[in-house]
Structures are given as structure tokens and as C-alpha cells.
């Protein structure tokens, strides 16, 4: 069984760039959520998809997008970068859309410039 | 809104002690409350999932403890070891599969 897998691990953009993030579920896993975690803070929820459709926002702004898979894996966009958008970007996964136990991947480090 | 609270923020021991991480929060109707642990630079680990109708879970070495009523979990840690060293996060599950986290506390095992 594999566990949550993200790509890419680092990267570094400059102001104003676009950026993709990807996550591949757990296997049998059909919901995923994103998380952004500046350093010293707690993850905060961005937003999560269930069977392809959001399913839940947190307080971020449109430019932060997403997209899900008929396979499940998920993108995470974000347009028009900003210095703050700097942070550990984490995806996670479940087996169900409600109260079941979450599975983190390894992160994706944003740095912009 | 919910607000959840880790004391103390960073925690420094000698190896062998028992040792309790502390987890609060405002707003009792959660899911599910999970406790993980976050090397530097590294992922979340899932330690313990506590569903909303339990009390507490155990794994090894770790036992986490929920009482809702109280707006508390706290997780305990037997023996305490080098290798525990990492940040320690709790996590409330409400509604849509949303983690609403504390900020950590930073475990520091001295051999």
C-alpha cells in the first residue's frame, strides 16, 4: 500500500509567478484536503475535494485553486504568487469525507522570491 | 470559530521520563481529534485517531485521552526517548474532513 505521495518536494518562484503542486491519494483513499503551514505555525485547511468536487474551503482567496482526478490524485494552483505564500504546502487524504483518520504526504517547500 | 491551544510550546527532558503534551479547544462539537508528530522540514504523522464517542487511545508507548465536556486531550508518552524528539500537533476534525490545529509543541529528548 502506498502512502500519500507530493511533488515537487522544493521550489522556488519569484512574485507574480503561477505554481502547481500534485498529490497522489493512499490508495483507496477518495477524498483530499490541502493544507498550508508557514514556518513555527500549525497547518491551515486551504480547502478539500471529494469524488472530483470541492468540498470545503478555507478563509484563502480564489487565486489558491484546486482540481481532482477520476483516480483521485489532486492539484493544487496557485496564481499571482505572493512573498506569503511562502510555506510547507501539505496534502492529505481519506478514506471518507467525514470524521475518518487523515494521511499526510511529505510536502511540497514554496519559497517565492 | 474554533480555537484550539498546545501548552506548553516547547517541552525539554531527559530521556526515560513519562511526559504529558496538552491539547484545548473552544468548541466541543468536533469529529474526531488526532494527534500527530512533525519532524523538522518533514510531513505529519498520524500518532493516535480519537473518535468523538471514545475516550482514549493507545499505541505503544502513547496514550492520547479526549474529554470533550472539558474542551481537553492530552497525549501521554511512557519511557520517553531520543528518537520522540519532533513537534507534536493535535488536530480536531470538523465536519468536511477540516484539521484545525493547535501551533505544536516542540519536544526536545536529551540522552
Known amino acids: 500500500e502506498t502512502g500519500v505521495t507530493q511533488s515537487p518536494t522544493h521550489l522556488i518562484k519569484t512574485r507574480g509567478q503561477q505554481v502547481t503542486l500534485r498529490c497522489s491519494s493512499q490508495s483507496g483513499h477518495n477524498t483530499v484536503s490541502w493544507y498550508q503551514q508557514a514556518l513555527g505555525q500549525g497547518p491551515q485547511f486551504i480547502f478539500q475535494y471529494y469524488r472530483e468536487e470541492e468540498n470545503g474551503r478555507g478563509n484563502f482567496p480564489p487565486r489558491f485553486s484546486g482540481l481532482q482526478f477520476p483516480n483521485y490524485s489532486s492539484e493544487l494552483n496557485v496564481n499571482a504568487l505572493e512573498l506569503d505564500d511562502s510555506a510547507l504546502y501539505l496534502c492529505?487524504?481519506?478514506?471518507?469525507?467525514?470524521?475518518?483518520?487523515?494521511?499526510f504526504g511529505e510536502g511540497s517547500r514554496l519559497t517565492v522570491l | 470559530k474554533q480555537e484550539v491551544t498546545q501548552i506548553p510550546a516547547a517541552l525539554s527532558v531527559p530521556e526515560g521520563e513519562n511526559l504529558v503534551l496538552n491539547c484545548s479547544f473552544t468548541d466541543s462539537a468536533i469529529y474526531n481529534l488526532q494527534w500527530f508528530r512533525q519532524d523538522p522540514g518533514k510531513g505529519l504523522t498520524s500518532l493516535l485517531l480519537?473518535?468523538?464517542?471514545?475516550r482514549e487511545q493507545t499505541s505503544g508507548r502513547l496514550n492520547a485521552s479526549l474529554d470533550k465536556s472539558s474542551g481537553r486531550s492530552t497525549l501521554y508518552i511512557a519511557a520517553s526517548q531520543p528518537g520522540d524528539s519532533a513537534t507534536y500537533l493535535c488536530?480536531?476534525?470538523?465536519?468536511?474532513?477540516?484539521?484545525?490545529f493547535g501551533q505544536g509543541t516542540r519536544l526536545t529528548i536529551n540522552p
Open positions: 488536530g480536531l476534525i470538523q465536519g468536511a474532513q477540516k484539521l484545525v
Open positions: 480519537i473518535q468523538s464517542s471514545q
Open positions: 492529505a487524504s481519506s478514506f471518507s469525507r467525514t470524521g475518518g483518520e487523515l494521511f
